[in-house]
């Protein structure tokens, strides 16, 4: 019963799992090797499911089940209370991941940026027509926009932040040997492109639009001033690096800005002057989303009638960054939750057994004067001991896989105590509450009733 209903679960759960992690996840039944392995399942937890109760009743001696000795043997507690425990240690380890997960993928998202994306769209540039006209085209478009009050800055480029670099490459300091090269990234932007992210400048200056470029001049990061050896911040200004395509001088330091995710930590950072670069076209808007949007894509197919008007907001295309961790996530809640469920079963399953088991010895020290809240905690302390040993064995093991997966992230929170207390609280409530129905009802139960028949 349980592998049919495993299966009928599985088909309508599927689509969601599907939801959640983006893929296409597909389970045919009708497929020789789906049957083949759903009868290994039910065969395999048939015999071992099985093969324990049939072992302990083949070890009775009948002359001892004949006089009513116990039959149960030393290692059935042993057993059950390990069984419990197994439970318990699977969801607090599940709990503590899931809990881990989410504050380290929270503390990514909500860190400063250092950089403003917000009310930002990316237009996707043109991609038909004549490339020799491209750049004209594209400076009209970002005039005509320009015109309207809903419209705040308009920037172009050949990557945006969450993209990768235009080119990754070999750069050193002019005057060093080539073996001196260290990578750097290098991203080819329009002169207004900086001004519109909001990147802050720390020393020199960017390309004035309004005046004729320099194109052989760059402006870098802090990090690519140290990893280069370019001194500080204002000594760094007028260097001369060396690219594998030509020799640049250096007019401007912005401040480190996390470029990617911060799943991975900075890089140096070389922005390239272009006047037009129109791999992609950020626009500023200030009012009225939906509007803004319509007018936009009129303005963008009269000014490229051959392509195709495509956009996304930068915000959300920069968190997507973030989107396996998210799904790793919630599948590990959705783990969680049915782990401690079925924990919660085993715990029910366990109390439900004892209690029967002592229900006469329950009811002789009611008879003898014992209180119901004295029996109450003798019953729970029986149940909470395997749980509190499971726990001591478990947290170790959670610390260290935590401290492990925590240090591929360049930047991370501290594996603080907490981490590992909440789940452990949150697991002991909920055995409290599970065993506590069964041990009050055993401890108020009526005990002339248990003992009448002795």
């Known amino acids: 019963m349980s592998s049919f209903l495993a299966a009928a679960i599985a088909l309508l759960l599927l689509p969601v799992l599907n939801s959640v992690t983006g893929r296409s ?37 009948p002359t001892e089940v004949i006089k009513r000795k116990s039959g149960s043997g030393s290692g059935g507690p042993t057993l059950r209370n390990g069984l419990v425990g197994f439970q318990f240690g699977c969801s607090l380890l599940l709990l503590v ?37 491209a750049s004209e085209r594209i400076s009209s478009f970002r005039n005509e926009l320009l015109q309207y009050p809903f419209v705040g800055k308009v920037a172009t480029s050949f990557s945006v932040p969450g993209e990768d670099p235009s080119v990754s ?26 001004d519109l992210y909001g990147i802050k400048i720390l020393s020199g200056k960017t390309w004035n639009p309004e005046m004729s470029m320099d194109f052989e001049s760059v402006v870098i990061n802090e990090e690519a001033v140290k990893v ?32 990617n995710s911060m799943k991975k930590p900075y890089t140096p ?38 392509d195709e008007f495509s956009y996304y907001f930068i915000d959300d ?47 002789i020290r009611k008879t003898l004067g014992a209180s119901a809240h004295s029996i109450v905690i003798l019953l729970v302390r029986q149940f909470l001991r395997p749980l509190f040993i499971s726990g001591i064995i478990v947290l170790p093991i959670a610390w260290t896989t935590g401290q492990h997966w925590l240090e591929k992230f360049p930047y991370r929170i501290p594996f603080s105590v907490d981490l590992l207390l909440l789940p452990l609280f949150i697991l ?27």
Not at 229 to 252: C, K, Q, W, Y
Not at 270 to 292: N, P, R, T, V, W
Not at 442 to 454: C, D, I, Q, V, W
């Open 269 to 306: 950072m070389i922005f390239k002057a272009e006047k037009i670069s129109g791999a992609s076209l950020s626009i500023q808007i200030k009012s009225d989303i939906h509007q803004s949007l319509q007018v936009i894509e009129t303005e963008y197919k009269a000014a490229f009638p051959d």
């Open 97 to 133: 991941a899931t809990l881990l997960i989410f504050r380290q993928v929270n503390f990514m998202r909500n860190q400063d940026k250092e950089f403003n994306t917000e009310q930002t769209i990316v237009v996707k540039g043109p991609e038909l027509g004549e490339a020799t006209d």
């Open 169 to 194: 490459t070999g750069i050193r300091k002019f005057g060093q040997p080539v073996n001196e090269n260290k990578t750097g990234n290098i991203y080819w932007i329009d002169p207004y492109f900086i």
């Open 228 to 259: 280069f050896g370019l001194g500080d911040n204002e000594s760094a200004l007028h260097e001369t690096m060396i690219l594998p395509f030509d020799t640049v001088r250096i007019i401007g330091v912005v401040k480190n800005h996390h470029w």
């Open 317 to 363: 295309f920069y968190r997507a960054q973030y989107h396996e961790e998210e799904v790793f996530g919630k599948l590990f809640t959705s783990f969680s939750i049915l782990a401690v469920v079925i924990g919660c079963l085993g715990l029910w399953g366990l109390a439900t057994f004892s209690t029967m088991q002592r229900q006469k010895e329950i009811s």
């Open 25 to 61: 996840f597909e389970l045919n039944f009708s497929e020789p090797e789906w049957l083949i392995a759903l009868a290994i399942l039910f065969v395999t937890g048939t015999f071992v499911s099985g093969a324990y109760p049939a072992l302990v009743l083949s070890s009775f001696k």
């Open 428 to 454: 002991l409530i909920l055995a409290l509450i599970t065993v506590g129905y069964q041990t009050f009802k055993a401890a108020h139960a009526n005990h002339t009733a248990s003992l009448k028949g002795e």
